[in-house]
């Protein structure tokens, strides 16, 4: 296991990278994603593993009835972050692992944005645990990271482009360590980002809660779908 000090370093350390990379195309994506999912602009956010805040300040414009707070491991990071997005009033950035995380606050949304990939899998249950500490009955995790198919590619052909930990997560063992501590998955979607082939993939998770009400679909929708689902595969 890599060791907390050498993890905080690396970090440290890739904060110019992060400011020379600027908003890309994965963090419009994120951004895009979470509107999907039910973000409004009075959520209250937690987002875990912000980097310099990039991610960090989309959602807060987002958001601008709501706040974020971003959390990261490496002080650095958050020190930059600061300086870079003070503009943003709704947005909060502290220095946290989640290990120690503690707050007097319930999120509708907690973030990972590209982040579980870099935590080790022991550790998950544990994370999931203090999230589930500060939801409610309607909070949603969203999570996004690179495929893993895609990075074991990634290992194998560019471990240069790699960061100081970088696992591929197997789906059931990601869904099961959530799903353990009270959320269950809504959707899931693997997509392209920066390759042709599927790079990265998406996870949609709420809290579990009874389902109050079965609506039946309106019969004219559902003839429509089946008729349009017939004409794209040449049916009769």
Same mark, same amino acid.
């Given at each position: 296991?890599?060791?907390?000090?050498? $993890?905080?370093?690396?970090?440290?350390?890739?904060?110019?990278?992060?400011?020379?990379? !600027?908003?890309?195309?994965?963090?419009?994506? $994120?951004?895009?994603?979470?509107?999907?999912?039910?973000?409004?602009?009075?959520?209250? *956010?937690?987002?875990?593993?912000?980097?310099?805040?990039?991610?960090?300040?989309?959602?807060?414009? @987002?958001?601008?009835?709501?706040? *974020?707070?971003?959390?990261?491991?490496?002080?650095?990071?958050?020190?930059?972050?600061?300086?870079?997005?003070?503009?943003?009033?709704?947005?909060?950035?502290?220095?946290?692992?989640?290990?120690?995380?503690?707050?007097?606050?319930?999120?509708?949304?907690?973030?990972?944005?590209? *982040?579980?990939?870099?935590?080790?899998?022991?550790?998950?249950? @544990?994370?999931?645990?203090?999230? @589930?500490?500060?939801?409610?009955?309607?909070?949603?995790?969203? $999570?996004?990271?690179?495929?893993?198919?895609?990075?074991?590619?990634?290992?194998?052909?560019?471990?240069?482009?790699?960061?100081? $930990?970088?696992?591929?997560?197997?789906?059931?063992?990601?869904?099961?360590?959530?799903?353990?501590? !009270?959320?269950?998955?809504?959707?899931?979607?693997?997509?392209?980002?920066?390759?042709?082939?599927?790079?990265?993939?998406?996870?949609?998770?709420?809290?579990? @809660?009874?389902?109050?009400?079965?609506?039946?679909?309106?019969?004219?929708?559902?003839?429509?779908?089946?008729?349009?689902?017939?004409?794209?595969?040449?049916?009769?």
């Amino acid at each position: 296991m890599v060791e907390k000090d050498k $993890i905080v370093s690396y970090y440290d350390q890739f904060v110019t990278e992060q400011e020379k990379r !600027g908003v890309n195309s994965r963090h419009l994506h $994120i951004l895009d994603k979470l509107v999907s999912a039910g973000l409004k602009n009075d959520h209250k *956010v937690l987002e875990v593993g912000c980097g310099i805040g990039t991610v960090s300040q989309l959602i807060a414009r @987002k958001v601008n009835k709501g706040k *974020v707070l971003a959390v990261d491991i490496s002080p650095e990071s958050i020190e930059k972050a600061k300086k870079l997005w003070e503009v943003c009033e709704n947005l909060t950035f502290e220095v946290s692992d989640m290990k120690d995380f503690a707050k007097d606050e319930l999120y509708d949304f907690f973030v990972f944005p590209d *982040v579980l990939e870099h935590i080790p899998v022991d550790q998950h249950f @544990k994370l999931f645990e203090t999230v @589930k500490r500060h939801s409610h009955k309607d909070s949603v995790i969203f $999570i996004n990271i690179p495929a893993p198919r895609f990075l074991e590619w990634m290992m194998h052909n560019e471990p240069e482009k790699l960061q100081v $930990i970088d696992q591929p997560l197997d789906t059931g063992e990601l869904i099961k360590n959530i799903s353990a501590n !009270g959320f269950y998955l809504e959707k899931m979607e693997t997509y392209s980002i920066f390759y042709e082939e599927n790079d990265y993939q998406y996870f949609v998770l709420r809290s579990h @809660k009874p389902l109050e009400k079965a609506t039946l679909r309106n019969k004219w929708s559902v003839f429509r779908e089946r008729l349009s689902i017939k004409i794209r595969n040449g049916l009769n």
